[in-house]
């Protein structure tokens, strides 16, 4: 296609870091990746990738406008290169295992990650995941098959272009609510679907989930430090204060640290004792996605970095 990859891949996962003499990254070491569909911010991946690297990122996460035009991504590969920075998650063209997705819609939007999975190894993009729903409309068995079938086939796609894949559980009681049945909502059952889909098919591992499933108990923790090769991305907040876990809202999560009712840092610190190309990133919903989306993008980016700091330090 005319375009030089200005990546290498590691080690691990096959991610693909920037390529110059000394890198930071030399070593396959957990990555900070800025995602500005998690933080609502009002600016382009281009325009972040400066102020990403200026307050400590590693890694942007991509755009659908970065997959679905080509001389955009090309710049913002660009981008990347200038600042020093590697690609965080590639976004997905669908919610694939929402039970409302057809069967022909589901198949459509296979056929656009064909395309975009395509260019995304171009680019050097090498991390994805997707969500599974802790409720569906059959049976558990018949769900678990169903959505076996479906991963097989997206993880398919993603793996013959270099992208690892990740499974995200949703452990909230609302969540596991909105249908007739209850569905997995553990880190357990997360590793039962991709090992049933094969295919090397990993886990994201989001903090939130994790404390709304099995209420801050540390045996998912030390589960997936078991698995640590398996681990593609790790999403970090923190629960509403005055809140039960079962009253707990997944649309409504405050930043890591920011009440202490999950330990983010005991988690994360736990994960990087391992070598991961795992890619780490706040995701705190609103109320901050609607603050941040009226700050100055820079502003919002050097706050979240701030309280990545405290989280690893």
Known sequence: MGFERPFRRTKTTGAFLPTEEGSPWEESFMIRTLDASMLGLSCSVEEAAPWAAKYGFQAVSASREVLENREVGKRTAAALVENGLSWGLMPMPADFYHWGLTDSDFEKALEILRREADFARVLGISHAYNHVWSSGPRPFEENFEWTVKRIRAVNGILSENGVSYGLEFLGPYELRALQPHEFIHSLSGALALADAAGGGVGIAFDVYHWYCSQHGAWDDVMLMEQH????????????????????????????????????????????????????????????????????????????VSAILDKVVE
């Open 228 to 303: 640590m090769d398996r681990l593609v991305a790790v999403h970090l907040s923190d629960g509403v204060d005055g809140r039960a876990v079962e009253e707990q809202k997944d649309l409504e999560r405050r930043l890591p640290l920011e009440t202490g009712i999950i330990d983010s840092k005991g988690v994360l610190s736990r994960f990087l004792r391992h070598k991961s190309d795992a890619l780490y990133v706040a995701e705190p919903f609103d109320p901050w996605k609607s603050r941040f989306r009226e700050m100055e993008p820079e502003e919002a980016i050097r706050r």
